[in-house]
């Protein structure tokens, strides 16, 4: 009987660096101090200069962090956003929150990303701002992004929630667009223990902004400037991801060898493996395969003690919390596809390599049977 192979295993992650985040949790605790403070402030700098941007604030989640930096540039009602109709529904949701229309753009089906060539398209006089997402940990395709936002005057607003340490064009993703927005949620490639985000941007302003929103729209204590939030990095939560970030290059490579394993056991297998274009270093947050039967496939791998996930079975135009926006079934014909066909194998750092052939060898039987 083999070991049955988890999608991801947190708690190996926990105990491999147990000693280093028992004693940063514990700093944090015998500190007396819990609300921002150096702890927070340690970790923006070290994530800011690891990345490769100029600013980093810490924010609560990944998604007020997409939400608060739309805030930032002023985006509101009557602006309309393009998203991708290809992602996780949080890239919608803080369009929404803003009181702004997302509107959709459908992906290179190879890449899953949104397709730069589709842009142009769905630029309106109301369009203030692109939002590509690095899907799977796969930076977008940023150049040809970047050329169409200075044509039409847009911001470049990038979700890197899945896409730490990923590289495009061999720079790290981190300011390439005017702000780009992180989650530690726990599964992430940075994770933290709970919920946690930040922003990440070249430009002090934005920064200064973010700072302000997240605190109450306030800059000295009980005079606010704006009407604000409360969503700041809790400390502990920074102590944690100041230890992790440490391992993050380390744990990325190892995720970056089990993909590169994949690739070589599933090569004769009728199915579809990630396609990475020329200049694109992903971070493999998700191992991603296109199949059919998709049912019997996951219920096969199931069988043999296998983990593995739909990334993401409902694009975010078929879900009843954009009922109202009216968008039809069959109008992303891609997304949909995509949501179709779409199957997740099990990744992470912690993840033994020789759970590789056993993947492929379920997944052998399951499409041949
Ligand atoms: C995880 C994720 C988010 C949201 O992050 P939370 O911290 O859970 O709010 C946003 N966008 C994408 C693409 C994500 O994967």
């Known amino acids: 009987m083999s070991a049955t192979v988890p999608f991801l295993d947190l708690k190996a992650a926990y105990l491999e660096l147990k000693p280093e985040i028992d004693a940063a949790v514990a700093g944090v605790l015998a500190s007396g101090w819990y609300i921002l403070g150096e702890e927070v402030e340690a970790f923006e700098t070290e994530f800011a200069s690891y990345c490769g941007s100029r600013h980093c604030v810490g924010l609560a989640n990944g998604l007020d962090a997409l939400h608060l930096a739309l ?6 009602p009557g602006d309309e956003v393009i998203v991708p109709s290809n992602t996780y529904i949080a890239t919608w949701l803080a369009v929404s929150q803003c009181g ?15 397709d730069p060539a589709r842009i142009e398209a769905a630029v309106t006089p109301r369009t203030r701002a692109v939002m590509p997402v690095h899907l799977y940990g796969q930076p977008a395709d940023l150049d040809p992004i970047l050329v169409v936002a200075r044509r039409h005057g847009l911001r470049v607003i990038e ?17 390439h667009g005017d702000v780009v927005v992180w989650s530690f949620y726990p599964g992430k490639n940075l994770g933290a223990f709970g919920d946690a985000g930040a922003a990440t941007t070249d430009d002090a302003a934005i920064a200064e902004r973010l700072r302000v929103l997240r605190n109450y729209g306030s800059r000295v204590k009980y005079v606010n400037d704006e009407a604000g939030w409360n969503s700041r990095l809790d400390p502990l939560q920074a102590a944690a991801l100041r230890v992790k970030l440490r391992h993050l290059d380390a744990w990325n490579a190892r995720r970056r060898a089990l993909a590169a394993a994949y690739d070589t056991a599933l090569a004769d297998l009728p ?6 274009p020329d200049g694109i270093e992903p971070v493999w947050h998700l191992y991603v395969v296109q199949l059919e039967r998709r049912e ?7 069988e043999r003690g296998i983990g593995s996930l739909i990334h993401y079975p409902i694009p975010p135009h078929r879900q009843q919390a954009y009922a109202a926006a009216g968008i039809a079934a069959g109008s992303l014909p891609l997304a949909e596809r995509l949501a179709d066909r779409v199957l997740s194998l099990p990744i992470g750092p912690q993840l033994a390599p020789e759970a590789v052939a056993q993947v492929a060898d379920a997944l052998r039987a399951a499409l041949a049977s």
Do not use: S
Not at 101 to 111: A, G, I, L, R
Not at 271 to 276: A, G, I, N, S, T
Not at 296 to 302: D, H, K, M, P, S
């Open 159 to 175: 979700d890197a929630a899945q896409a730490h340490g990923a590289r495009y064009r061999g720079r790290r993703i981190g300011a």
């Open 296 to 302: 019997t496939v996951q219920r096969v791998l199931a």
């Open 71 to 76: 805030r930032a540039l002023d985006i509101g």
């Open 100 to 114: 702004a229309t997302p509107v959709p753009v459908e992906p290179d089906p190879q890449t899953h990303n949104i």
């Open 271 to 276: 199915l579809q493996r990630p396609q990475v």
